[in-house]
């Protein structure tokens, strides 16, 4: 079973930076990486993700521009930096590995295998 562990986040003001990091414990062929979040009382709702080769990378309108996506293969990992935050972007974030990517599966929560536990990210105004 594949474990993900992730670091960062954090208490940062309006307009600040922070980075996220996901680790695998073990690599599952060729598989995409997203980053979600969930604020509290709110569905969980997709930020970004990104392909193996990182050819593809993919953003939520509201993170666009802002939100940068990287992986690192070699070492099992992938980032999320983010620049400029909001508010609004007060939420747990969460990192997921699709196994078995295919057109899209990369907004379904349910194509995801595995999760990682979430890690606060409160960005005060």
């Known amino acids: 079973q594949v474990q993900l562990v992730q670091s960062g986040g954090g208490l940062v003001q309006t307009g600040g930076s922070l980075t996220l990091s996901c680790v695998a414990s073990r690599t599952f062929g060729r598989f995409d990486w997203g980053w979600w979040r969930q604020a509290p009382g709110k569905e969980r709702e997709f930020v970004a993700a990104?392909?193996?080769?990182?050819?593809?990378?993919y953003y939520t309108d509201f993170v666009e521009g802002r939100f940068t996506i990287s992986r690192d293969n070699a070492k099992n990992q992938v980032s999320l930096q983010m620049n400029n935050l909001k508010p609004e972007d007060t939420a747990v974030y969460l990192c997921g590995a699709d196994f078995h990517p295919h057109s899209g599966s990369y907004l379904k929560i349910s194509e995801y295998d595995a999760w990682g536990v979430g890690t606060q990210v409160t960005v005060s105004s």
């Open positions: 990104i392909s193996y080769s990182s050819l593809s990378t």
